[in-house]
């Protein structure tokens, strides 16, 4: 349910009750007349103007008061028992019944209901051969009223829920916001951290007997390390511009480095930007998983056309039949690979090899 502000509810709550105050003068006369029909006005005044109050107040919350509908009935009451004695008052305290009725009833309900106090009042007011102009002008103020009192509380209700809807944007935009950055850093840093610990072991491993291959990879080692760097920039100013082709060219070089044969066979198409951003990820992903979870020796990416979609495949071949990338990184790239119109897959192929496959709208 949209929460009302305070200050929405506050102007409106004046404008109900300066609208109940102006039609409590013409009640007020009444104490002119007569002491009975002075008494049984202010009581019945009281009862109308602060059960409309009740009612109005319900209604900007969005609801409806814990006793209803018996104080619909109270007020329905208070309106027109005063009736039964000479020169009634139910003209003056009926507007604000109608609105009553409006904003707590069906809109058909309540406005039957309002055509059928408008028959009521004419007809009343007739019999004391009141003239049609003034006849006219009462029995108009009823639905008047009571229009004006639902579009006031109607508008506060919609203020309310476009204030939600904002909040509600707001929050959803947070929290996709959340999920890119850390998608982001699981399929971007995935692969650069795991570069750095196995280049960092395999220089390790080298220091002592062969200096200079040690060195090589320690410089390799700190390259990618820059451009773990540079990928956490971009992933925290939300802007990661990547190609297929550049991230093949990064795959294959990362791939030898790590004593991998790679084989490339590309197909030759123009791709829109989120097709190609998914298929970069994609290839990313797979080579992070050839260097984490396999004992790979060659690995494969091609790309092929089929019909109107592009498909990518990742495969290597030292992969254990019960491995695969891991749940966050697939479930990332289904993400991507549904963005560009298309579908992803990963699963064993034989007892020693590995698949990925993504296939986009070309």
């Known amino acids: 349910m949209a929460v009302v502000s305070s200050s929405a509810r506050r102007l409106a709550s004046g404008l109900i009750t300066a ?30 103007v602060s059960l409309h109050y009740l009612h109005i107040r319900a209604a900007l919350r969005g609801g409806r008061p814990a006793l209803f509908p018996l104080t619909v009935v109270l ?19 009926a507007p604000l019944l109608a609105g009553t009725l409006l904003v707590l009833l069906p809109l058909p309900w309540g406005g039957a209901l309002v ?3 408008m028959l009521y009042e004419g007809a ?17 103020t009823v639905p008047t009223t009571g229009a004006m009192t639902y579009a006031l509380v109607r508008f506060v209700r919609m203020a309310a829920d476009l204030e939600q809807a904002r909040a509600e944007l707001a929050e959803a935009a947070v929290l996709k916001e959340r999920l890119r950055i850390s998608r982001d850093l699981h399929d971007g840093l995935g692969r650069s951290l795991t570069a750095i610990a196995l280049k960092g072991d395999l220089a390790t491993r080298l220091m002592e007997r062969d200096p200079g291959s040690a060195r090589n990879e320690v410089a390799e080692l700190v390259r990618v390390a820059r451009e773990a760097a540079q990928d956490v920039r971009q992933v925290a100013r939300g802007y990661r511009a990547m190609s297929l082709t550049g991230e093949v060219h990064r795959a294959v070089a990362l791939l030898e480095s790590s004593g991998v044969d790679v ?20 290839v ?9 979870h396999s004992r790979a020796t060659t690995c494969t990416i091609t790309t092929s056309l089929n019909g109107e979609s592009l498909r990518l495949e990742v495969a290597n071949d030292g992969a254990p039949a019960s491995s695969g990338p891991a749940g966050g990184g697939l479930t990332g790239l289904a993400e991507r690979a549904a963005q560009a119109g298309g579908s992803c897959t990963a699963a064993p192929t034989g007892t020693s090899g590995f698949l990925l496959t993504m296939e986009v709208a070309a």
């Open 284 to 292: 990313r992903e797979g080579i992070t998983n050839v260097l984490r």
């Open 75 to 93: 007020q329905v009451a208070a309106t027109y028992l005063p009736d039964l004695l000479p020169d009634g008052m139910s003209g003056v305290t």
């Open 19 to 48: 609208v109940s105050l102006a039609y409590s003068v013409g009640a007020l006369l009444y104490f002119l007349q007569s002491p009975l029909l002075g008494a049984v006005a202010g009581i019945a005044l009281v009862v109308v």
């Open 263 to 282: 084989r490339t066979h590309l197909a030759e198409v123009d791709l829109p930007g989120p097709a190609e951003e998914a298929l970069a990820w994609a």
């Open 124 to 140: 009343a007011l007739l019999s004391f051969q009141f003239p049609l102009i003034v006849v006219f002008l009462y029995v108009v």
């Open 115 to 117: 055509g059928l106090m």
